[in-house]
């Protein structure tokens, strides 16, 4: 029978044995002419959830052509307000604020699950270029987190010290403040004129207008496993479903001084947009055909909270445990974050804030008693893995924390000193929807992220955080969200997925 083969035949191999198969090339990887049409068509759904309330959310994939990663999710939020005020969605992470817990399923296992997604995207979001958030974020996904510096233009009060300016123009900028996009007139207005608005992203204006914008969520921000993959929908045989667990209530927009707050979710505007990627018929089989077992490596994330009871009259100082045992992990990124409630003014809430309750809390500084404890705070970090210290020694410079951000994520974050350690005054404290800009962000993005360079599996006692916070806010709850980096492994091998850790 071999004799008849021909040697030359790229579509035939000969086993050792003499026997001959097809081979299970596709003949995209064939050098050559390819004997076939190439073109990529792109088909989109738009599905409707198979679950819905004002707490759960389940969306049901279809099994065909291949997902694309970029798929995106839309929602609306219908604001109810008592009082007369403007509602809007946390300026640093917009919409993402209404996801609490996303899940990506196949059949019954879990393929890639977020925990604290909201509190997880205020970190993601600082690596948005602030430009991008100014044209195109404001209007996809509500944030708003752009730059711009202030200068003093004709004869008016300055805002800062309360001395007049005189009538010339002033070259010099003494602060940055945000820039919405809506340019305001500053000459010969008094500063109390001066608020930013935000008319274009208003979910109900003060008018009582209630404008319900539409913004969307990519797939691939939610499940950081579509980053680097795309599903190959037609060769799965299990259904795939997308669980969102939404946010409460409270947590959802922001308002300054309204009487009451509803944010209730418009289920008509509730979509999953789901692009599916087609090639060539042909060229599909080919591939599922010489595919039957793929494996994707992927990353995910794992939370740990804490609560941390502050203590101004001594430092804050923890030792925690935050698991990872037997795992590979790739970093280790954390925050401490404020519940916002102030118990000498019960009417400040969480929601009557700017950023609501997705902040890094950083140190205050404490400038009062005697000259020679008068400092900005300190903050003391370290962590522990395989018994050995992370850093020889701890670290205390907030510079180098700042550094070490970069190091671990590749990319340095858009936010300034003031807004990292409050180590400097540059933020303006220009009222934005009715909140002193300063007093809302500054001191409100002090992330710590640490890479594990050993690429070393962690033993079985696990990472343990050493964490010291002096001078934090008096009388404040804090919770530490913390997440893990886990390395992860999925097979999918005649239809069905397969997880498990590295």
Request: net charge negative.
């Amino acid at each position: 029978m071999s004799s008849q083969i021909d040697r030359g035949d790229p579509d035939v191999e000969q086993r050792p044995d003499g026997a001959v198969k097809p081979t299970l090339v596709p003949d995209l990887m064939k050098i050559g002419a390819v004997p076939t049409n190439t073109q990529m068509d792109v088909e989109t759904d738009i599905l409707e959830p198979v679950v819905q309330s004002e707490t759960f959310c389940r969306f049901r994939l279809q099994n065909k052509g291949i997902l694309h990663s970029n798929s995106k999710l839309t929602f609306s939020v219908v604001g109810g307000l008592t009082g007369t005020d403007n509602a809007f969605f946390p300026l640093n992470v917009g919409v993402h604020s209404l996801i609490e817990r996303c899940v990506l399923k196949s059949g019954t296992k879990t393929l890639c699950e977020t925990d604290g997604f909201n509190q997880f995207m205020a970190y993601r979001s600082c690596f948005i270029n602030p430009q991008h958030n100014k044209q195109r974020e404001a209007f996809t996904t509500g944030r708003m987190m752009c730059r711009q510096w202030v200068y003093n233009n004709g004869t008016y009060t300055n805002s800062y010290d309360g001395n007049a300016v005189g009538s010339m123009s002033d070259y010099n900028a003494n602060g940055y403040t945000l820039d919405t996009g809506v340019e305001i007139q500053r000459l010969n207005l008094a500063p109390a004129a001066h608020e930013l608005r935000l008319p274009n992203q208003c979910l109900v204006t003060e008018e009582g207008v209630d404008r319900s914008p539409v913004y969307q969520i990519s797939l691939n921000d939610l499940f950081p496993f579509l980053k680097m993959n795309q599903l190959p929908l037609y060769m799965v045989k299990e259904e795939l479903d997308v669980e969102l667990h939404y946010a409460p209530a409270n947590n959802r927009i922001c308002v300054s001084e309204a009487d009451g707050i509803t944010a209730s979710l418009d289920f008509t505007e509730t979509k999953f947009i789901a692009d599916y990627i087609y090639y060539p018929q042909e060229m599909m089989d080919a591939y599922a055909e010489a595919n039957r077992k793929l494996s994707f490596t992927y990353v995910d994330y794992r939370r740990v909270r804490h609560t941390v009871t502050s203590d101004n009259a001594n430092a804050n100082t923890i030792i925690l445990n935050l698991g990872g045992a037997g795992r590979i992990v790739n970093k280790v990124f954390f925050c401490l974050t404020s519940d916002k409630t102030d118990p000498a003014n019960p009417v400040i809430q969480p929601e009557r804030t700017l950023l609501n309750i997705f902040t890094a809390d950083s140190v205050q500084p404490n400038f009062g008693g005697p000259a020679a404890l008068r400092s900005f705070g300190s903050v003391t970090h370290n962590l522990k893995y395989n018994d050995k210290q992370l850093y020889p020694i701890d670290v205390t410079n907030t510079a180098r924390m700042f550094d070490n951000i970069a190091q671990a994520e590749g990319s340095t974050p858009f936010i300034s000193k003031d807004e990292y350690s409050n180590n400097l005054s540059l933020i303006t404290s220009q009222l934005v929807e009715q909140q002193d800009l300063r007093s809302q962000i500054w001191g409100m993005s002090f992330w710590t992220c640490d890479r594990l360079n050993t690429n070393e599996r962690v033993n079985s006692r696990g990472i343990e955080l050493y964490q010291t916070w002096d001078f934090l806010k008096l009388e404040r709850n804090y919770t530490l969200n913390c997440w893990l980096e886990l390395v992860r492994f999925a097979t999918l091998e005649d239809g069905a997925f397969s997880v498990s850790w590295a």
